[in-house]
């Protein structure tokens, strides 16, 4: 059990700054899952926590103590890889007990551990085998009862569910989060993956271009996005966002050909901003209802439970998820309804969230 | 899957085979199937027919003390030059691999000895190693005649020895670098995170998985510490002193071109032949049990 500090730690290689000062707390025995697309950094960070890479600036400190010039080994850190990284000439017994090998346990205290992770994860019948000979989700289990079997402080997961096919990668998931159940071991997960950081994590850390966008729990990510880019990275589809500027007692949108009319509470005129609406917000009603912006259909994409629908609102692509069974033809009319609770405002400058919109006319007028 | 070639017509994949087929008919087997008569037969010096002895060139090569002193010096000289050049080039390799200081220049400049003529850098290490006035005539002044390559056996051996090995470390160097580079980083940081050092992730994860490598290139440095040999010894040492450095290849090529027994050292050609096949396949089926190939 171990708390896990990082103080405005920077990662630069040469003259190639990757990480720029990121601050987190990690709780003793919290899931914290670390978020954000490819080169974003999240992976240097997470290898920087595991002593795999150096710290260019700032400090880590697991346990209070400060772990900078520390070995992998030194911090009690147990890491799986993305590929597994299993030794590839040891069987799957010597795999998970290779660490206690090396500390120095004896043989048969050893071989009762492995036995002991190996029914934990139902490896029991497969400790005799080579990596080569197992399928993609035993591997990934071994990697596991390799990190297990050290009773490490702090597990670290470096994207370990990308390399298996989507059914196995869901039941992993929940074996993931059952261990973390039963062990409550500090942990830092790193995805790409939106949909396992939002199931994995206690707190959720998304991160962009070397900076941490936004720290909370998956509801908060998901309700209240910190900026634009959290706000269209997290959900699937994508928040719709469409450009506005602020006018004497509203907003006029998509270069002014429609309305919103809402306090626009200390922002001057004239200021850009960016309204965002998540797909799952937004009601299908009839063409032509008041309050209701009139659409165009694009495309509808069945997933079975429900549908997206696409549809051109004056040129701008804008996206409708509905479980409701209506089935629009594409090119007929659809009216768009939003509730004022459901947009989100972003600066068109910084991308940061704005505050200071107060829906004070429930629906938007056109 | 693999892709492979295939021709509609028979006869046009032998016409691509024929080139090939006739260089290794007339490079190879031929000459090792005049070999093979010459060894049975009893050639005239001045030409004038073969008369057929069986195996008696056989019976009196391998009943002669100098021929055993020979394969006795080449298996020193096999063993210690394999050893030293394979050792030399790993642990250069395994330096490089963990991106010393350096390891940029070694990585070019490694390679280069493969490419020097064996004369060439004889010539070169004869020099060097000079008793009256190489780099080691400064141990002469200490210790005056201590070394010289010309009078003592010993100190000869250690000549080519050293010159044979300078060659191959080049060679076995770029065949480990490639085989350290081909072990997923990953597997050492795996191995770093549980808990193993530099010096036993060396020996618990890299070197095993680089045995195919290492097989390879013990197959490859005997076989070659058996033939490569000659032009250092000729040029270093001419075999002596008192045919201390007289290695199997030397002695085929002493024995027929200047001894002008032709027979004789077509026999001693077949033996090396078979030794080194022999070697080759003790090495398969006793070494290669303990190689992992991923």
Known sequence: MASITIRDVKKSYAKLQIVHGVDLDIASGEFVVILGPSGCGKSTLLRMIAGLEEISGGEIAIDGTVVNKLEPRERGCAMVFQNYALYPHMSVAQNIGYSLKVAGVPAAERQLRVQAVARTLELEHLLDRKPMALSGGQRQRVAMGRAMIREPKVFLFDEPLSNLDAKLRVQMRSEIRKLHRRLNATSVFVTHDQVEAMTLADRLVVMNGGRVEQVGTPAQIYSRPASRFVATFVGAPAMNILEGTVDLDGLSLLGGSRRLAMARAGLPVGTKVAMGIRPEAVRLVAPGTAGALDATVDLVEELGAGRVIYVDLDGASFSVMTSEAVHPEPGSAVGLKISPEDMHFFSSDTGTRLEVFKASVPEPAL | MEKRVTFGSWTIGILFAVPQLLLIFTFFYWPAGQAVYWSLTLQQPWGGGN??????????????????????????????????????????AALTDRQLAGSRFYRVVLIWPYGIAAPALALAFRFILAPEAGFLSVINRMWPGIWDPGLDGADAMASIIVAFSWKYVGYNFIFFLAAFQAIPRSLIEAAAMDGSGVVRRFWDIQFPLITPTIFFLLVINITESFQDSFGIVDIMTSGGPANATNLMVYKIYSDGFKGLDFSGAAAQSIILMVLIIVLTIFQFRFIERRVHYQ
Not at chain 2, 58 to 67: G, V
Not at chain 2, 76 to 89: E, H, K, N, P, Q
Request: hydrophobic content about 60%; aromatic content about 14%.
């Open chain 2, 51 to 92: 008369v057929w002895v069986g195996l008696d060139n056989f019976r009196s090569i391998l009943s002669n003390a100098d021929y055993w002193n020979s394969i006795t010096a080449s298996l020193v000289f096999a063993a210690i030059s394999t050893g030293l050049a394979m050792f030399v080039a790993l642990v250069l």
